[in-house]
């Protein structure tokens, strides 16, 4: 699939939070100032010819409804952020968190007899 905007991700999220909506409804979901219904609209048609939102036809208007699901879209990013900064290599990644400090060595070892009590 294709990456997303910032705004896009913004509109994606605020599917996922309260299901199908009009655009109209969408932008209630806004702080003021409310961006304008043209811009909505626009990202919104943009989510949509990416493979995010789909759309049903009531009464001649278009209600959006996502078309993947959140933790789907989580995998691609983790996919994306791997193939970009290692090379596509999971193992660089885990070596990278040890490196860094983000995950012992004994939460590692720790996931792996999770892992392996799952086989």
Known sequence: MDKITNKEEI???????????????LQEHYNDPKPHINTLS???RSLEA???????EIGG???????VEKQDCGQMSVDNIVAKSFGSSYMSLVSCLVHEDKISIAELKELIDI???EE
């Open 115 to 117: 892992m392996e009590k």
């Open 61 to 67: 208007s278009f209600q959006y409804y996502p078309a």
């Open 42 to 44: 626009t990202y919104v």
């Open 11 to 25: 509109v994606l999220n605020l599917f996922w939070q309260n299901g199908p909506m009009f655009v109209k409804e």
């Open 50 to 56: 990416k493979g995010y939102l789909a759309h049903k």
